[in-house]
């Protein structure tokens, strides 16, 4: 049985790297060195210098570009890395069409750093074709989706994007971040590059920082070569290996964590404290049965609404499971503040106009016991009500 035939989980752990050819190893080594000997003037080896080609790196670029399905993976020092070197295709004088609520630092990247160097944008709600199509221009060159977005979790239909990409001759982005491989495969639904923060689920434990991209073909597979040679934003082997490590477990976390999220949306959706719960997982979620038909799952990232922005502070201070933290995808719960963290590079007045609130929060579900998240949930909660009732008492 060849390992295109076996199903995924399989996959994660059988992989043309499972075993060292040289010395059996089931662990990929970690090859330090950041030269390589040349024995024949003539004909130099497959590696010379590291940042042009390392062996450990080479291996996760294998595994993500098999799980992927794309022809060829790239590692990067972080997920900005790889989609600042991904946004390098471009040139000067086109344009992007892009996912509203972006990651922040995707946004920064695109209205402070590509505007200089003369690329366009324009960000549309992409739940809405019609906006992407009235957002064309004819330097339309790239399209790029988040997807679920970030922090919002709205569902673009990639399959619709692509293909309005293609008439076009422009390419396709997908930021996979939230769902990867397991639950989502933009390159099967027609995108050209696809983008990780590694430093999420596949790595999966908040111990390591880095980026990935797959491209659809080879020329896109030549062309971003080239870049990450000339940029050298490269992943160092030390990380390369722990997102090797980390993809191992991959299905389990991710299976795990989406069912403890699916208890938690379904727990917060009616309480009377939370004013919204986002979650593509949800039935009334205006992208449910979209979601449901281009991916395996919602994932287990959700974010929700209070009623204002005090409820959340006294919520953030008696909650006591998650971390408070920048990040998501990890085997412990983190609860983040988009207005102050993944969002803060967006300027107020357009954070408010995408719908993220000063009243929102982001929950990433880690692998604790859904129980003990909801229990700890309820009593921060019970404190925001008493704490608002001795206010609205002393009014
Ligand atoms: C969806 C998404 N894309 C990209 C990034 C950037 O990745 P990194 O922090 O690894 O540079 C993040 C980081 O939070 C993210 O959430």
Redesign the pocket.
Known sequence: MSSENYRFETKLLHNQHKVDPVTGAVSVPIQHASTFHQFDLESFGKYDYARSGNPTREALEDVIAELEGGTRGFAFS??????STAFLLLSSGDHIVITED??G??YRMVTEVLTRFGIEHTFVDMTDLNLVKAAIKPNTKAFYV?TPS?PLLKVTDIKAITSLAKEMNAITYV?N??LTPEYQRPLELGADVV??????FLSGHSDV???LAVVIDEELGRRLYSLQNSFGAILGVQDAWLVLRGIKTLHVRLEQSQKSAIKLAEFLETHPLIEKVYYPGLKNHPQHELQKSQSKGPGAVLSFDFTNEQALQVFLSNVKIPVFA???GAVESILSYPAKM?HAAMPQAEREKRGIKNSLIRLSVGLENPDDLINDFSQALHQVNEKLLVLQQGE
């Open positions: 972080s997920g900005m890395a790889a989609i972006v990651y630092g995707t988040e970030n930021d971040t939230f983008l990780h923060s590694a430093t999420k920082v880095a980026g920048v990040s998501l993944s």
